[in-house]
């Protein structure tokens, strides 16, 4: 009895002490809050694809790289788009080329004129020469002409075949998702923290990765010397 009387109050002493040490935040103690998500991953799959691409063309800017497609028809790209302006490096048909897009202006410089000639009648193909090593100038309607299947906007990212069906949650790169998939098989990876911004997007193997969103970005049309305004010299021709 003598041992369990003296037991009692020590240990109710040392519970004392350790409430006093730990039961009270330290003043400069912080806590880590925990992230709440943006609400996407409960909507609608088409009110989250939606929410995507406000969230996307808003964006000030987002860095794009990937492959679409596969095969001779592949096309490689690392673009970053920064509104109606792109500026970055896509490979069409094993052809290296760094593009710049300003409004409806695009330049183009092919590391081998290989990649015009495919597009040109077999009189066109005697500008080839005044064309290689510069920037060649085309009006964005008439791109595809030298840079067949490039997307120069962001809204070219989003065009889906309906209907769409939401999948479970995941992560890309660490940052949780929701994904959205459309009747042809090409899914979406929406983040469900901070902006809806796009993460990713799968089809038939190939795989684009959205990143870098609303970072600064220069973009600036080449050097008037070192540009030709191909629809000029094809109106030469006639």
């Known amino acids: 009895m003598r041992v369990r009387t003296l037991l009692v109050p020590v ?10 040490c730990t039961g009270a935040p330290s003043p400069n103690a912080t ?4 992230p709440t998500t943006n609400g996407v991953e409960a909507m609608e799959p088409d009110a989250i694809l939606d929410a995507a691409e406000k969230a996307l063309t808003d964006a000030e800017s987002v860095h794009v790289s990937g492959t679409i497609g596969e095969g001779a028809e592949a096309i490689t790209l690392g673009l970053t788009y920064a509104g109606a302006n792109a500026i970055g490096t896509i490979e069409v048909s094993g052809v290296a080329a760094d593009v710049r897009k300003l409004g409806t202006d695009v330049y183009v410089k092919a590391a081998d004129t290989s990649l015009y000639a495919q597009f040109l009648s077999q ?7 005044l064309i290689a090593d510069k920037w060649v100038k085309v009006n964005a309607g008439l791109a595809a002409m030298f840079i067949p299947g ?3 906007s962001v809204e070219q990212f989003t065009v889906h075949t309906p209907p769409l069906e939401k999948g479970d949650v995941t992560e890309v790169g660490g940052t949780p998702a929701i994904t959205v998939t459309d009747a042809d098989g090409q899914s979406y990876a929406v983040a469900i923290v901070g902006k809806p911004y796009i993460l990713e997007s799968t089809y038939q193997g190939s795989t684009l990765t959205f990143s870098d969103y609303d970072k600064p970005v220069t973009i600036e ?4 010397a070192d540009v030709v305004d191909v629809l000029a ?3 030469g021709l006639g």
């Open 150 to 152: 490039a997307p120069l």
């Open 233 to 235: 010299l094809l109106g």
């Open 123 to 129: 009189e066109q193909q005697a500008l080839l020469p």
């Open 31 to 34: 806590s880590t809050p925990t």
């Open 221 to 224: 049309a080449p050097a008037a």
């Open 11 to 20: 240990a109710a002493a040392a519970m004392l002490f350790v409430a006093g």
